[in-house]
């Protein structure tokens, strides 16, 4: 099923050494392509190289990702082994919730940075090598990780992040429109609870009720975002763009 072979493709995957990021740079290497994962540890990013050493070739760039330089910096780092790139997952997030009366401002700054500036950033820094691999037939890939909670109003106090993930959807239509001309496709997936160090706690207090409330009646796991990934990355996914892609068990469109 050449539909989604990616085998002599090569990937970034920011956020990529645990949770959601970690699945889909699983995934990639395991429908055949080269991967690059990136996180602010060194120490994070060798442990999850090591782990997903037995899909494929992964190498692990460290980099602080909330600074414009550095997002810059990794696309360097890649240019120097790379002539192009044919997927980029913008992953790299964070939450904070606090009551409203309570919520502080450099939590809401830290959110909207790493959830929708580096994203940008991100994407204009590795425009060269994305369009260096994008064709007619074939585009270069940005998939940017956005969240049901910017789809509805979520039951936390997490207003930066679901504004944050909101506009990161708005701004993966902005995009797909802007570079579809350069044979760049732009869309969003839109995951509802997986299993990840920022759901640990919701899943380990919720996760009952939260399952229930899903008409797949389960909690995602690695495999559906994997999946999402490999359609998203593959040629069965080349005339697909500005698309925000629930993975979600269908608790959105329920609700």
Not at 171 to 196: D, K, M, Q, Y
Request: net charge negative.
């Amino acid at each position: 099923m050449d539909l989604f072979d990616l085998t002599g493709k090569v990937a970034v995957v920011t956020g990529g050494t645990r949770g959601i990021g970690l699945m889909m740079a699983r995934g990639l290497l395991q429908a055949g392509a080269s991967v690059y994962i990136s996180s602010r540890k060194a120490e994070a990013g060798d442990a999850a190289a090591k782990e997903l050493a037995q899909y494929g070739t992964v190498l692990s760039v460290p980099a602080d990702l909330s600074r414009e330089e550095e997002c810059v910096r990794l696309a360097q780092e890649v240019g120097r082994s790379e002539e192009g790139i044919h997927v980029l997952v913008n992953n790299a997030g964070t939450n904070w919730a606090a009551p409203l009366e309570e919520f502080p401002a450099h939590g809401w700054d830290k959110v909207v940075d790493l959830n929708l500036k580096t994203p940008f950033y991100l994407t204009r820094a590795f425009l060269p090598l994305l369009e260096a691999d994008g064709t007619a037939d074939d585009p270069a890939r940005v998939i940017n990780v956005g969240s049901i909670d910017g789809l509805q109003v979520p039951p936390f106090h997490t207003y930066s992040y679901a504004a944050s993930k909101a506009g990161l959807h708005q701004l993966t239509r902005v995009l797909a429109r802007e570079l579809g001309p350069r044979h760049i496709t732009v869309n969003a997936v839109a995951p509802g609870p997986f299993e990840s160090k920022m759901m640990e706690y919701t899943l380990a207090t919720l996760g009952d009720e939260i399952a229930a409330s899903a008409p797949l009646r389960r909690i995602g796991r690695p495999d559906d975002m994997a999946g999402v990934a490999v359609f998203l990355s593959g040629r069965g996914g080349a005339y697909i763009t500005g698309a925000i892609i629930p993975v979600d068990g269908g608790i959105w469109a329920a609700s």
